[in-house]
Nanobody, 124 residues
Framework: QVQLVESGGGLVQAGDSLRLACAAS????????MGWFRQAPGKEREFVGR????????YYADFVKGRFTISRDDAKNTVYLQMNSLKPEDTAVYYC?????????????????WGQGTQVTVSS
């Protein structure tokens, strides 16, 4: 069984930075792709980015390219989402997710485990 716990969310101003962390329990973390998703009120959950199990390959949604960076520390069983140049439209609940079968997908349905989410609010 895998548990994911996000942290680091908060209220910031436009242009600020935040770093989210997602700590994982269980032995599958180091062999799994990790994804970040977000969901704004009244909207569907959307893909933000992912990092593959090697830690080398990353892929991002167009709307965050150049602003967000995903990294992982397998020794700590933790994946990070560094968010720079935040915009009000980045306001959402951010979720990390684990894909144990390494589909390398943007589809939330391909991810096996999910955290509870952390709120990010960006004021203008």
């Amino acid at each position: 069984q895998v548990q994911l716990v996000e942290s680091g969310g908060g209220l910031v101003q436009a242009g600020d930075s935040l770093r989210l962390a997602c700590a994982a329990s269980g032995r599958t973390f180091s062999r799994s792709t990790m994804g970040w998703f977000r969901q704004a009120p009244g909207k569907e959950r959307e893909f933000v980015g992912r990092i593959n199990w090697t830690g080398v390959g990353t892929y991002y949604a167009d709307f965050v390219k150049g602003r967000f960076t995903i990294s992982r520390d397998d020794a700590k069983n933790t994946v990070y989402l560094q968010m720079n140049s935040l915009k009000p439209e980045d306001t959402a609940v951010y979720y990390c997710a684990l894909d144990s079968r390494n589909y390398y997908s943007t589809d939330p349905g391909r991810y096996d485990y999910w955290g509870q989410g952390t709120q990010v609010t960006v004021s203008s």
